[in-house]
């Protein structure tokens, strides 16, 4: 039995289409009805992105706007979709991507690792229907439907820290516990025209993408042997190794002067986002006395932390984290190719970063402590504290 819960494998995956940075804004440059101010001010937002490419279930993001997009009009071809029509989307396409990521998860474990499993923990906040898809992933991956299930949605980029703080609790409750971890976002579904600052913004940064992970006190079987398609080409192929990520600490805090200034909420033409440019200098004045809180917690300083993981939230946001943290670039080195080759996928997206640093990871690196970050409405900062274990 481990000390502490931990993460044995991570699994990620992104839809078929893969959509360029510079493409989506050329087709958006030559819609009809804007002005060459709007043109020059929605370009600084996408040449600043620090993305080059994003992924969406729908392939209308990278192709020439015409009347039979579902989404993307911005050349007003028919009006918005409605709620329904983006929540259809959802559903249509939510539980395939994540079981897509649980499937690449598993598959770096035991042959039996499904039949294992007595927790679920989902985590979403781009779309809800029910019977949801915790209940559709245990029809669809063969879980028992005595399957204990929790279902974390609508919290933000921050969730997917918050479903790992879910599944610790669970693991420390129950020592022999073994807890399926999985989320998704389907974010381009509430894509908006607007010239509107915020909502340019998020236009620019978000995409869909799905994560899961397995967490357990016990000792579970790895497969180091062969190596693991995630099944698109476009992911990284993946590599077992003998290495586990111990969750050790947790600490949350929100700074009610972020109330306005992330907001996320249902309207009537789907889902509705206020994104502010003062978001980044809200992290950079408040993420020092977030850490040093949890610092303490774990009775550590900073300088016992080798790796960190941040929330690649958007170009702007590393940026201030470096400055506030007094970390290198080269330090955040994962985050930034996340963003640059799949966005901002919401809460799913530090799972990604979680990922690629666990394959860079050897048994020389065991006993090092790793820093998680992630950031939402609230404004809420979500923080975690990993060290690196030998399975």
């Known amino acids: 039995m481990l000390a502490s819960p931990a993460i044995y494998a991570i699994g990620t995956a992104v839809p078929a289409n893969k959509i360029s940075q510079a493409e989506h804004f050329s087709i958006l440059e030559s819609a009809n009805g804007l002005s060459r101010e709007e043109k020059i001010r929605i370009r600084k937002v996408y040449?600043?992105?620090?993305?080059?490419?994003?992924?969406?279930v729908l392939p209308e993001f990278g192709q020439e706007d015409h009347a039979d997009n579902i989404i993307f009009n911005p050349a007003n071809h028919r009006p918005s979709a409605g709620v329904s029509v983006r929540m259809s989307l959802y559903e249509k396409h939510a539980a395939e991507l994540c079981e897509q990521a649980v499937r690449s998860c598993v598959a770096q474990l035991d042959d039996d690792l499904l039949s294992?499993?007595?927790?679920?923990?989902?985590?979403?906040?781009?779309?809800?229907?029910?019977?949801?898809?915790?209940?559709?992933?245990?029809?669809?991956?063969?879980?028992?439907?005595?399957?204990?299930?929790?279902?974390?949605?609508?919290m933000g980029c921050y969730a997917g820290i918050n479903a790992l703080k879910t599944?610790?609790?669970?693991?420390?409750?129950?020592?022999?516990?073994?807890?399926?971890?999985?989320?998704?976002?389907?974010?381009?579904?509430?894509?908006r025209k607007s010239e509107e600052q915020d909502q340019v913004v998020a236009n620019a940064l978000f995409a869909d993408g799905a994560a899961a992970c397995v967490v357990s006190r016990k000792k579970l079987k790895r497969d180091c042997e062969n190596e693991i398609n995630?099944?698109?080409?476009?992911?990284?192929?993946?590599?077992?190794?003998?290495?586990?990520?111990?969750?050790?600490?947790?600490?949350?805090?929100?700074?009610?002067a972020g109330n306005d200034e992330m907001v996320w909420r249902i309207g009537?033409?789907?889902?509705?986002?206020?994104?502010?440019?003062?978001?980044?200098?809200?992290?950079?004045?408040?993420?020092?006395?977030?850490?040093?809180k949890l610092f303490a917690k774990a009775g550590i300083a900073q300088a016992d932390i080798a790796f960190y993981a941040l929330h690649p939230g958007g170009r702007k946001i590393l940026e201030?984290?470096?400055?506030?943290?007094?970390?290198?670039?080269?330090?955040?080195?994962?985050?930034?190719?996340?963003?640059?080759?799949?966005?901002?996928?919401?809460?799913?997206?530090?799972?990604?970063?979680?990922?690629?640093?666990?394959?860079?990871?050897?048994?020389?690196?065991?006993?090092?402590?790793?820093?998680?970050?992630?950031?939402?409405?609230?404004?809420?900062?979500?923080?975690?504290?990993?060290?690196?274990?030998?399975?």
């Open 47 to 56: 040449s600043h992105s620090g993305i080059d490419y994003r992924y969406s």
């Open 116 to 154: 294992q499993v007595t927790h679920l923990v989902t985590f979403s906040c781009t779309g809800m229907y029910a019977p949801g898809l915790d209940i559709q992933l245990v029809q669809r991956l063969g879980l028992a439907y005595s399957v204990e299930r929790t279902c974390i949605n609508f």
């Open 167 to 191: 599944a610790h609790h669970i693991a420390v409750a129950i020592p022999n516990a073994v807890i399926l971890v999985t989320g998704v976002e389907i974010c381009t579904i509430h894509y």
């Open 230 to 256: 995630p099944g698109r080409s476009e992911l990284p192929t993946v590599r077992p190794n003998n290495v586990i990520l111990a969750m050790t600490n947790f600490y949350s805090e929100f700074d009610p």
């Open 268 to 292: 009537d033409l789907g889902f509705e986002l206020r994104l502010s440019s003062y978001v980044p200098m809200l992290i950079r004045k408040s993420i020092f006395g977030l850490v040093e």
């Open 320 to 391: 201030v984290c470096e400055e506030a943290l007094h970390i290198s670039k080269e330090a955040n080195k994962y985050s930034y190719e996340v963003l640059q080759n799949y966005g901002n996928m919401s809460s799913v997206t530090i799972f990604f970063v979680l990922q690629k640093m666990l394959q860079s990871f050897s048994n020389d690196d065991e006993g090092k402590r790793m820093l998680a970050c992630a950031f939402g409405p609230g404004l809420t900062m979500e923080s975690m504290i990993m060290e690196i274990a030998h399975a």
